[in-house]
Every structure is written in C-alpha cells, then in structure tokens.
C-alpha cells in the first residue's frame, strides 16, 4: 500500500502539518533531530531554538508522535531539504488553493499563524502568560504579550465539577479541572469551556 506523500515536502501524512500544536517556529521544526524526540513520553525537545529563545521541552499529541514515529529515519534530522524550497512551494499551494476557493484570506497564513493560533489558544485556555511565554520559548515575557494582545474574552464559561472522593479527585484533575473550593465536605472544581 502506498502511503500519501505531501506535495510540499513528500513527507508522509503531512506530518509537518501536526506541529502547529506545538507552537513551534518553522526554522525550530526544520532543525529537529530524531534524538529530540522521546515516543515513549511522547515528548520533544527543542535544542535548537530560533531568535535566541529558550531551549525546552513540549508534549505531543498521541497523533503527532504516530505521524513522526511512521516517518523514515534515514538521515540525522526529522525533516529533510531546503527550508526555503518548502516555503515556496507551501506559498504556491496557498495561493492555488485560495484561488480555487475564490477566498483571498488563506494567502495571509503563513507558518507562523499556527504559533500565533497556538499562543492564543494556551492563553485563552490557561490565562496564565508566564506558560504560553514558556511554551513559545521566549525570553522576555513582552515578546509573548504581543501573541496574546488580540484574545477578547467576552465571557467566561466554566464546567463546573463536584467531589466528594480521592479518585474522583485524581479524574477531575487529569481532565484539566482546576480547584476552586471546598464547601460542606465537597471539593469544587472548574473547567473553560
């Protein structure tokens, strides 16, 4: 069976496409050697940051670790070829594509839309700036201002969670609910919708 190539890089299952969860730059994704990659915690560590940003260590999607773990390990880096190639062919694609949509807006993303998509979702998610700074590998907390300037919230709307036990807890917890408070012998917690 034949599996599907990317036209803009021929990497298998448009693997590249994945890391727009990271937040990674696009010269930080070109630069990542398989020994950055840990499939068994399912993490990946950037030794070689852009724009003298920190080095750091992100978790990955159960999906981005198959998509990478099924790429073929022939070479020292992840991603092979000329970066500049990969971003003209991309630009070639998008300008096609928007064409054929007759939607003009699509020519203005570019790779690093997703960082940006990824900064405001981790802050609108979170609130906290010091873990998206952390995230985007900054090192100076007024560069991840600029990321995060345009999110509006116009509402704040939570789940709401009650527990009575340990393990219910331990659930809540690991469903990305936060404590809030304890009243009659019940813990509550919330969540962002």
């Known amino acids: 069976m034949r ?24 010269g930080e994704v070109w630069r990542l050697k398989w020994t950055d990659t840990d499939f068994e915690s399912g993490t990946l560590t950037v030794n070689s940051p852009e724009k003298d940003g920190t080095p750091r260590v992100l978790k990955i999607s159960s999906t981005l670790t198959a998509m990478l773990n099924n790429l073929p390990k022939e070479k020292e880096r992840i ?6 190639v990969f971003r003209r062919t991309f630009r070639r694609y998008r300008k ?27 802050y609108h998610r979170t609130k906290d700036l010091l873990y998206v700074k952390e995230i985007l590998g900054h090192r100076d907390i007024k560069t991840t201002l600029m990321y995060t300037q345009l999110v509006k919230f116009e509402r704040d709307d939570y789940h709401v969670k009650v527990s009575g036990r340990l393990k219910e807890d331990e659930e809540l917890l ?6 809030v ?5 019940l813990k509550l917690y919330r969540r962002r919708k």
Request: aromatic share 14%; with cysteine.
């Open 3 to 26: 599996i599907p190539l990317c036209p803009w890089c021929a990497c298998p299952k448009k693997a590249h496409v994945r890391f727009k969860e990271t937040g990674l730059r696009s």
């Open 96 to 122: 096609s594509i928007a064409q054929k949509l007759q939607n003009p807006r699509l020519n203005r993303i570019t790779f690093h839309t997703f960082r940006h998509w990824k900064a405001t979702m981790e």
């Open 174 to 179: 690991s469903a990305g609910f936060e404590y």
């Open 79 to 84: 991603f092979t070829g000329d970066l500049y």
């Open 181 to 185: 408070t304890e009243r009659d012998g």
